[in-house]
T-cell receptor, first 114, second 113 residues
Framework: DTGVSQNPRHKITKRGQNVTFRCDPI?????LYWYRQTLGQGPEFLTY????????KSRLLSDRFSAERPKGSFSTLEIQRTEQGDSAMYLC????????????FGSGTRLTVV | QKEVEQNSGPLSVPEGAIASLNCTYS??????FFWYRQYSGKSPELIMF????GDKEDGRFTAQLNKASQYVSLLIRDSQPSDSATYLC?????????????FGRGTSLIVHP
């Protein structure tokens, strides 16, 4: 296993279109996190899965955003009716959980809404 | 509101010097703290984590945690130009059976030859 994989790396879409991103975590990691990062800011937490259960969502995650992790493996993040303000880097991280384990990030998906 | 605060910098140090990066956090329930390095256009990569008061050393890096003062720092000894990057501090809070990191905005470090 070579780490956390995210696809696509880049996505350009027109305002109002729907987009979906995929994250494949490290295989033995049962925790999966989605973050959003804009220029000059740190990653902002969006949502978190333990296995297939979505256990926490940020208030940043409006009803246009939905995330799934079927069967506790890969995860998808969908944004409906995209807006220019959705332009950002979307990062996925996975972890074994517990206070002493780190979080491994994927390379991210850069979304540009035009 | 769980917040992690960092000075955005840039912090500029000469090659070979010690770079000192600082971070404060507001949530006294935070369990562990992480330092990530992020090069421009890349994703964050983990440098160190610490969850006990005191110092933790790993090669040229030393993380320091003071829970009473809600303060975390990262020292980089013998700084190299390749250390030039943004350094992100994160603190975790317990939720849903796991720990969720909250990140600061990052400190830009420039190491000049």
């Amino acid at each position: 296993d070579t780490g956390v994989s995210q696809n696509p790396r880049h996505k350009i879409t027109k305002r109002g279109q729907n987009v979906t991103f995929r994250c494949d975590p490290i295989s033995e990691h049962n925790r999966l996190y989605w973050y959003r990062q804009t220029l000059g800011q740190g990653p902002e937490f969006l949502t978190y899965f333990q296995n297939e259960a979505q256990l926490e969502k940020s208030r940043l995650l409006s009803d246009r955003f939905s995330a799934e992790r079927p069967k506790g493996s890969f995860s998808t993040l969908e944004i409906q009716r995209t807006e220019q303000g959705d332009s950002a880097m979307y990062l996925c991280a996975s972890s074994l959980g517990g206070v002493s384990y780190g979080y491994t990030f994927g390379s991210g998906t850069r979304l540009t809404v035009v | 509101q769980k917040e992690v605060e960092q000075n955005s910098g840039p912090l500029s140090v000469p090659e070979g010097a010690i770079a000192s990066l600082n971070c404060t956090y507001s949530d006294r329930g935070s369990q562990s703290f992480f330092w990530y390095r992020q090069y421009s256009g890349k994703s964050p990569e983990l440098i160190m984590f610490i969850y006990s008061n005191g110092d933790k050393e790993d090669g040229r890096f030393t993380a320091q945690l003071n829970k009473a003062s809600q303060y975390v720092s990262l020292l980089i000894r013998d700084s190299q130009p390749s250390d030039s990057a943004t350094y992100l501090c994160a603190g975790t809070h317990a939720s849903g059976g796991s720990y969720i990191p909250t990140f600061g905005r990052g400190t830009s470090l420039i190491v000049h030859p």
